[in-house]
């Protein structure tokens, strides 16, 4: 056996002047998202402490909620509120979702405390407020779809508040129709999509490192440095 | 169940003992999380994913 001569000559290798949308997608992720990053073998040192838990956490939760709720709306509210099964999810359902916002909280603490928007991360910052609020009207919208009393109780209590932001022509709480598509279809799947780029960009950027005091020796320089250029001294 | 929850009144606090509650487990949990020792823990410090700034 001879080892081939040559590259098939139907075989295109890009180079540099490769301007497709394709080829500038590849060298965008192959520059900031490489296998390495996106599924890291280990984490940094820092990284050890239960307060990086709270989000994977939130995201199970938030597996649990969406499993849960492919079973209710395959088997509709006649299931749900009267067979045993049927309650049984719904109630998974509920805590799953009461485990979502309080680990979510957690969360945000967490994150907050340790301004973890430092070092290039408001995106992946910014997008987690977004999540928050999108699970928010999703929350809201789930407890105007329960198909009850309970659920027209909160419904037309909250017309009144809708009404007066305005948001009330094209968001009526009352059209069942429209709450329960907004649940199962479109909040969840923007939900989704919006939890995917945060998700991303936290391993694009990796997890911020903790705030350090300043060394005893900086921290004189700098208080040094910084009376000698206070306000009121010469430029 | 079907009773009403009970409301703390302080001054212009208003707050059910069932919120108070999650509050404190929340509060209890982030402590807890912050003070508990984590498994595993490799001592190696300048070491896993390391990326430039």
Redesign the interface.
């Known amino acids: 056996m001879s080892a081939p001569s040559s590259t098939p000559a139907t075989t295109s290798v890009p180079g540099p002047a490769d301007t497709t949308w394709a080829g500038a997608v590849r060298r965008f992720l192959e520059r900031n998202l490489p296998l390495t990053h996106l599924l890291p073998s280990r984490q940094p040192f820092f990284v050890g402490s239960w307060v990086y838990i709270f989000g994977v956490v939130a995201i199970t939760s938030l597996v649990w909620v969406v499993g849960s709720g492919i079973v209710l709306a395959s088997f509709g509210p006649g299931w749900w509120h009267i067979e045993a099964m049927g309650r049984f999810v719904n109630s998974m359902h509920f805590w799953s979702v009461q485990l979502l916002f309080l680990f979510t909280a957690l969360h945000l603490w967490g994150q907050y405390f340790m301004a973890s928007w430092r070092d290039g991360r408001a995106p992946t910052w910014i997008v987690g407020v977004l999540v928050f609020l999108i699970a928010l009207v999703t929350g809201f919208t789930g407890y105007v779809s329960q198909q009850n009393f309970d659920a027209q109780w909160i419904a037309i209590n909250a017309k009144d508040g809708i009404n007066a932001t305005g948001a009330g022509s094209f968001f009526n709480v009352l059209d069942f129709g429209q709450m329960y598509g907004l649940h199962v279809a479109v909040l969840p799947a923007t939900v989704a999509v919006a939890l995917a780029i945060h998700v991303m960009l936290v391993r694009i950027r990796g997890v911020v490192k903790p705030i350090e005091p300043p060394a005893p020796k900086d921290a004189a320089a700098q208080a040094t440095s910084g009376s000698g250029t206070a306000k009121g001294g010469k430029a | 169940m079907d009773t009403p929850a009970t409301y703390l009144e302080l001054g212009f606090i208003v707050i059910s003992v069932p919120n108070l509650l999650?509050i404190l487990t929340?509060v209890g949990?982030?402590i807890?999380?912050?003070l508990?020792p984590?498994p595993?823990?490799?001592a190696?410090?300048?070491?896993?994913?390391?990326?430039p700034?």
Request: aromatic share 10%; glycine share 10%; no cysteine.
């Open positions: 999650v929340m949990i982030f807890a999380a912050l508990a984590f595993g823990h490799h190696i410090e300048e070491d896993g994913d390391v990326r700034e």
